[in-house]
Nanobody
Framework: QVQLVESGGGLVQPGGSLRLSCAAS????????MAWHRQAPGKQRELVSV???????NYADSVKGRFGITRDNARNTLYLQMNSLKPEDTAVYYC???????????WGHGTQVTVSS
């Protein structure tokens, strides 16, 4: 069974930066896409950024130019570099992966990001 474990969340002041990591229990070559989602209190979970097997990336309009998604195939790890953080970025951030062979989806348990002065 695939496990995704997020880390790197925390409390940061507005304008600050954080880097989230998502460690997969197996090779990330098995995933056709990996992504970061987030869910703020009282709101629906939303897609933040996605990276496909080919390396194509996409971002929500609210984070374009501030966030960067990358992956390290050798370390089986997905990253989200978050810069110029705003209070509205406060949320639980979840790692997501979809397996190539059967389209099965996997989620991590989430990591809390709080942007506050």
């Amino acid at each position: 069974q695939v496990q995704l474990v997020e880390s790197g969340g925390g409390l940061v002041q507005p304008g600050g930066s954080l880097r989230l990591s998502c460690a997969a229990s197996g090779s990330i070559y098995t995933f056709v896409a990996m992504a970061w989602h987030r869910q703020a209190p009282g709101k629906q979970r939303e897609l933040v950024s996605v990276i496909t097997w080919s390396g194509s990336t996409n971002y929500a309009d609210s984070v374009k130019g501030r966030f960067g998604i990358t992956r390290d195939n050798a370390r089986n790890t997905l990253y989200l570099q978050m810069n110029s953080l705003k209070p509205e970025d406060t949320a639980v951030y979840y790692c997501y992966a979809r397996r190539r062979t059967d389209n099965m989806e996997f989620w991590g348990h989430g990591t809390q990001v709080t942007v506050s002065s």
